[in-house]
């Protein structure tokens, strides 16, 4: 392909996403396309036989570029911790950094020809697998909560897929704020422990109710052998006339 024609193919491509992101597959024309790109139907029939085939294009680009991602962060010498946060963190910046490739593929999967579809379908199974392999790794490492692999999987790629439905690029959160929160969410959990003393740690805490039993039970101890040592009184005798 010579440099001309790839330079010409790109900027098609530039351009489709563009209009697909903002107005949506089925309200872009091909005639939208080609005027915005200054070329004539003909001319674009020699790049893609279809708006189809364009859509297709797109879509093979992001599922191939995601999960290459993916694999070289799972196939590096790092912890199951790290490539957790990595993965987290990459997943952040594909969506934030291309929100209208995001949009278009979340979006935009009904459009895309049958055999595309079982493509993505299938991709996005492997990836999903992968995820989950890690976090079983995890899990036995005890790098991961002891939860199903699978729901966390789901939560995981839920949390970091979602951004394209509310985030707006120029917003007062940025994407490193995204990734920065999330990341934490990931690390340290979602909810804090309800009665945490001033030092943080629950253990601390469970320390602390264990010693107030063990004075309740001493005090219980004191209490009975007291009653022990008195002597017997009837019922009748305590009541009074």
Known sequence: ????????????????????????????????????????????????????????????????????????????????????RQAALFQIMSVTNKLPLARIFFREEANVPSDTAALVVATQRRRDRLLEQEIEKGIRSGEVINEHPRLLTQAFVGMCSWLYRWYQPGEPVSPEDIARVFTRVLEAGLFTAKNQTDNGTVAHSLRQVEHSLQEVQQEFKKVAQQLRGRPHRSSVSNRRL
């Open 1 to 84: 392909m010579s440099r001309t024609r790839s330079l010409m193919e790109e900027e098609i491509i530039r351009v489709a996403i563009q209009c697909f992101s903002e107005r949506g597959y089925q309200n872009t024309t091909l005639d939208d396309i080609v005027s915005q790109v200054n070329i004539s139907r003909v001319t674009f029939y020699t790049y893609f036989k279809s708006k189809e085939a364009l859509l297709k294009t797109i879509f093979e680009r992001v599922n191939t570029t995601y999960q290459q991602g993916l694999e070289e962060i799972f196939a590096q010498p790092l912890s199951c911790r790290e490539k957790l």
